[in-house]
């Protein structure tokens, strides 16, 4: 905050002296054309600076939540620019464990067996370019835990692996990004919704699991296997879907990038 102030300042002074100097008839100059040059320049430069200062100073902090007698759960994870990793790892007694840089806020409750968890970036505000965090978070849930996942990704490099966990719903919207997705190996039932912007996106469907695949896109480039998921009318789907014991239903949709399915 200091530092955006600090920004701030710096451009109303510049921009006062600018004006006064052509007041004064000191100087012949498009003011309003140097000061957007020079606010552009002073931003970029902020921008290197403040995010390089994160990934350098910023410390890593433990993250533990209790199960809380949890049967299932519902957990909402919004993560900005950064990495950001999520696996199975955590302890019986803990629904999410993991290690934060970057800083991490969260909110649970419990109503009648299920666990409702939302996780974010800190609430700073920035001047000038409010949306720059760096946030480096390494996730790990319960994998005896059945639940319903809700991610949002901004500009950032995300690995999830959910093969060991029990994902009967997943959410995923990603921005500039780059990820990979291993969907869940032993769930009888999974619904999965995929949506990326300018984004590589590369999705893995674990042997043993069939899927049923809906995709579209704009000006994105969609590579599906087609040996286990050959075309089917408006669908990719293996030929066991309907008698498979692990079954995935997958919708994806993309914007700019590319996306692979295998």
Known sequence: MKRGNLILGGVLILAGTLFLLETLDIL????????????????????????????????????????????????????????????????????????VSGGIEYQSSLTQGKLNLSLGAPGRVYILVPWVRSLHWTLQLNDQLPMA???????SESK???????VSELDLNTGASDTTLTMPATVSHTRARVKGGVASLRIKVPEGVAA??????????????????PRSGGYYQSEDY?????????????????????
């Not at 309907?242 to 919708?251: N, P, W, Y």
């Open 28 to 99: 012949r100059i498009n003011v309003w054309g140097v000061i957007w040059a020079l606010t552009l320049i002073v931003a970029g430069l902020w921008i290197l600076g403040w995010v390089t200062y994160d990934r350098g100073h910023a410390e890593t902090e433990d993250l533990s939540i209790p199960m809380e007698g949890a049967e299932s759960a519902r957990i909402k994870i919004r993560h900005g620019a950064g990495q950001l990793a999520i696996e199975s790892g955590a302890s019986p007694s803990e629904a999410l464990a993991g290690k």
């Open 149 to 155: 996942l809700d991610l949002k990704t901004g500009g």
């Open 212 to 229: 049923r695949i809906r995709a579209t896109g704009g000006l994105s480039e969609i590579s599906i296997d087609r040996d286990r998921f």
């Open 242 to 262: 309907d008698e498979a014991e692990f079954k995935l239903e997958l919708d994806l949709s993309m914007g700019v990038g590319s996306m692979t399915v295998q």
């Open 160 to 166: 999830i692996d959910l093969s060991q966990l029990k």
